[in-house]
């Protein structure tokens, strides 16, 4: 983006990042260790969140000439906020580099190609809970049509990239038609399922045993209609006004004082929906209903451990097979949402299996959203280093909480041949099979 005038891409930092907000950074370096793109380009200083804050600063006090080089360092972060619960300032790094994609956006001259890109993804797909099911539905006709058999038979995916390739090899399976068949217990609370995009569409199977669980463990489950994406996708990629647009769908969609939790099962989608008192702080009609909605915002695992599934799982009999278990961090759901313990709690709990650690759990898988399709580079790099830790414990089953992650580490394993030994499962599919 070197063909922009430092003049505008200054103004538009001045009008969009916020200056109180970067000068909460000190300096001190505490994110350094927890930042994978500094891990990974040989500690970078540019490629820290400490080194981008100041980046971000410069541009804004015009200290600093624009170019290509400071473009790339901000697309190049993940957007995990692993640096956030590593910062002793409390700064608000999700946001600043949320508003920096804003400013950019705002000024830099589009592709044709990144035009159509955009208005396909931003306008249609993830604006319309339709056109993303019609999307799926022809996914759905490829799979099960025989089209896949014969696309793979004669090689045509080879025409492709390589990460088109293993994205195709890694589609879930079309969802089952099959009917609820566990046991209500009597309700305890009542929740407002928040289905979202991707999860209520490839992820059908997921989101039905999502229901079914809530169900079992007392909870009587709506499911709001006209609820679209969350926006988390329209957010990180520098288009807040479009993702406030479905904040506000979702906010007309449910009724935020006939429940007691509004529930998730996708760590992004969480605590993107966690947030949806700041991004609408301004709003002058919705900022009270945000914050209420934000209030009630759980997901599955919490909500499950409150509801007694730990001691529900401790009771069940142990069968004579094992499994070692591990699990991957969903970045959001533990750096945003600070939820670490729940899912473990859960793993922990199943007699058959054993949980182990998986070290640097608490570090991006590379997924973030489409960071992997975006920079395959950087995500392959780190993704491969995921995959020696995971080799390292010799898990069998790779548990995740978001299905960017569940993706990621689907397409791990593809890579390094694991796929006759080693599986990776939603929370919820896992514990399905332990309690249905």
């Known amino acids: ?52 804050i100041a980046l971000m600063k410069a541009v804004r006090d015009g200290t600093i000439a624009w170019d290509g080089s400071i473009e790339e360092a901000f697309d190049l972060c993940l957007g995990c906020r692993a640096c956030e619960p590593a910062c002793p300032a409390g700064v608000q790094y999700g946001i600043l580099i949320e508003e920096t994609r804003e400013a950019i956006q705002s000024v830099k001259k589009q592709s044709l190609k990144e035009r159509i890109v955009r208005k396909g993804a931003f306008e249609h797909l993830f604006a319309d809970q339709r056109k993303m099911k019609t999307a799926v539905n022809l996914v759905t006709f490829y799979q099960k049509s025989g089209l896949q058999k014969v696309v793979r038979k ?36 009542k929740v407002a399922f928040f289905a979202g995009c991707l999860m209520d569409t490839l ?60 529930v998730n099962n996708a760590g992004g989608c969480g605590a993107f929906l966690a947030e949806y ?32 599934a730990v001691a529900y799982l401790e009771s069940l009999p142990a069968t004579a097979s094992t499994e070692l ?20 709690d859960i793993l ?25 399709v975006l920079q395959p580079e950087m995500a392959s790099r780190i993704l491969a280093s995921k995959m ?15 299905p960017g992650c569940l993706l990621q580490m689907k397409v791990g394993i593809e890579r390094e041949g694991l796929s006759a030994t080693t599986r990776a499962l939603h929370l919820v599919d896992f514990m399905y099979e332990k309690v249905r």
């Open 388 to 402: 020696m830790e995971v080799k390292g414990v010799q898990a069998s089953t790779i548990i995740t909480t978001n």
């Open 154 to 189: 004669i090689g045509f995916l080879e025409l492709f990239p390589p990460f088109m390739k293993e994205m195709e090899q890694i589609l879930p399976e079309p969802a089952k038609r099959s009917r609820p068949s566990m046991d209500k217990a009597q309700v305890q609370v």
């Open 325 to 344: 278990v591990t699990y991957q961090d969903s970045c959001h759901l533990r750096n945003v949402n600070g939820v670490k313990e729940p899912p473990r």
């Open 348 to 372: 922990k709990a199943v007699k058959d299996c054993t949980f182990v650690e998986l070290p640097g759990a608490d570090l991006c898988c590379g997924s973030a959203g489409i960071y992997n």
């Open 277 to 308: 008192d700041q991004l609408l702080e301004q709003d002058p009609v919705l900022a009270t209903k945000a914050q209420q909605f934000t209030a009630k915002q759980i997901d599955i695992s919490s909500l499950l451990v409150k509801l007694g």
């Open 203 to 262: 992820f059908q199977e997921t989101n039905r045993r999502t229901i079914e669980l809530l169900e079992k463990f007392g909870c009587e489950v709506v499911i709001p209609k006209g609820q679209q994406c969350c926006g988390a996708l329209h957010g990180h990629s520098g288009e807040l006004d479009k993702a406030r647009r479905n904040a506000r769908s979702n906010l007309a969609a449910f009724d935020v004082v006939g429940v007691d939790f509004i």
């Open 1 to 52: 983006m070197a063909s922009v005038q430092t003049a505008d891409i200054r103004q538009a930092f001045v009008t969009h990042v916020d200056d109180n907000r970067l000068m909460d950074c000190m300096r001190c370096g505490f994110c350094l260790p927890a930042c994978p793109t500094y891990i990974h380009s040989d500690q970078d200083e540019t490629q820290s969140p400490r080194g981008r």
